[in-house]
């Protein structure tokens, strides 16, 4: 599976993004539904309900300024399609992030709602003690009830109304 931390700087306010991607079908069934984030330093890990799922992921500082500017929360992007593997980024410095040609040739494509996706926005705790991650007591078990949107092609499955 697949993840990348980005910018949509097109929108205001600009919007914090965390994206899962599988490289296969049998990975779908695999996405995090995440309910909330964490972060320390450059870092940010990803909590479902109570429970850290996975490994800190790199976040850019300008994807910390974004979070404030997003209200304290950064939006989560599961894509619910195969995607090819994605380029290497491990050269790139962790606090300046992936930008511009070094983003994954399929992000165009998800920003015009081309992928089919489901999206959620989620509060980013931050700090080094345990009491400043602040966890989610939702806990849905499939992505219908996961997703505030359902975008692109193939949206037949959309969440419920609230």
């Given at each position: 599976m697949h993840f990348t931390t980005c910018v949509l700087a097109a929108v205001d306010p600009a919007a914090p993004m965390l994206i899962f991607a599988p490289e296969d079908e049998q990975e779908i069934a695999q996405l995090p539904l995440v309910t909330s984030l964490h972060r320390i330093d450059n870092e940010v890990m990803a909590y479902i309900h109570s429970a850290p799922r996975g490994i800190p992921m790199p976040v850019s500082d300008a994807w910390i300024e974004a979070?404030?500017?997003y209200e304290g929360?950064?939006?989560v992007v599961l894509v619910l399609q195969p995607l090819p593997r994605?380029?290497?980024t491990t050269f790139v410095p962790r606090a300046e992030g992936v930008t511009g040609d070094d983003l994954p040739p399929w992000i165009p494509a998800l920003i015009a709602q081309q992928l089919r996706t489901a999206t959620r926005d989620v509060p980013v705790s931050a700090g080094t003690?345990?009491?400043d991650i602040q966890i989610s007591l939702d806990h849905p078990h499939d992505?219908?009830?996961?997703?505030e949107r359902i975008f692109g092609p193939d949206s037949s499955v959309q969440p419920p109304t609230l």
């Open positions: 979070v404030a500017g929360g950064a939006k994605d380029i290497d003690g345990v009491m992505v219908e009830h996961w997703a």
